[in-house]
Structures are given as structure tokens and as C-alpha cells.
């Protein structure tokens, strides 16, 4: 799950992972997640960073956090949001990622295969969306 040499932060890679978890049909919304004492013990990490990755998926929008309930999924965490169309944030990281396959000299027709086999592979996407 976790890469703990990567250059990626740990608390950006749980929050890639729930996010994944989501898109993938693992965690459906309303579905509650582990405490941050919990998942920081299971994955053997500083609780505070933990922290971190559910404060981030807070602020995104795609989960609500409450002292009663805990973390949970936001339950219309799949439902189109002006509030994401109008930020540019997705839009830079997909540019980097994109700039990135282009320095390597991967082919635009080999991308534009790759990311439809991906957003096909999500559950649900037929269409779903426009």
C-alpha cells in the first residue's frame, strides 16, 4: 500500500489510496474509515500524519469528519460538483503527470490508450458521468 521510500509524502499516499479505494468500488460512499490511531498503528506511522491525509480528503470534499461517526466517505462523494470543476487542482496534477510521459517520449495515441483502459477499469463509469 504505502511506499515508505518514495519521494511521494506518506500522508499524500493515503489520501492517493483512499481516493483510489473509492474510484475502484472498495470503499463505497458512507462507508466508514479506520480511526487515525488505528490506521496509523496498522500501517506502523506517526498518527499525526494520518491526520494529515484525512484533514487533505476533508478539504477536498471527499470525506466528513465528525466526532461521532469519525471518518466517513462523503455519501454523494460520486456525484458531479461545480466545486471540482472550478478548481484547477486536478488539472495541474494531470498536466505534470502528462508532461512527464511526454519528456519520456511516450506517444500521445499510447497515453490517450492508457488513461481510457484506466477510467474504463473504475466501476460504474459508463457513460455515468458526462
Known amino acids: 500500500m504505502l511506499d515508505l521510500d518514495s519521494e511521494v509524502p506518506i500522508y499524500q499516499q493515503i489520501r492517493d489510496r483512499v481516493v483510489e479505494a473509492i474510484a475502484e468500488g472498495a ?7 479506520p480511526s487515525t490511531r488505528q490506521m496509523a498503528v496498522d500501517l506502523a ?15 477536498e470534499g471527499i470525506i466528513r469528519i465528525n466526532r461521532k461517526s469519525g471518518a466517513v466517505v462523503r455519501p454523494d462523494v460520486k456525484r458531479p ?18 508532461a512527464e510521459l511526454d519528456v519520456r517520449g511516450i506517444p500521445k495515441e ?15 463509469r459508463e457513460d455515468e458521468h458526462p
Open 27 to 33: 470503499l463505497a460512499p458512507g462507508a466508514g474509515l
Open 45 to 59: 506511522i506517526n498518527f499525526h500524519t494520518v491526520n494529515k491525509a484525512y484533514d487533505l480528503l476533508r478539504r
Open 81 to 98: 460538483s461545480d466545486e471540482l470543476r472550478a478548481g484547477a487542482d486536478w488539472e495541474a496534477r494531470m498536466r505534470t503527470l502528462l
Open 110 to 124: 499510447e497515453v490517450k490508450g492508457h488513461v481510457a483502459a484506466v477510467l474504463d477499469a473504475f466501476p460504474g
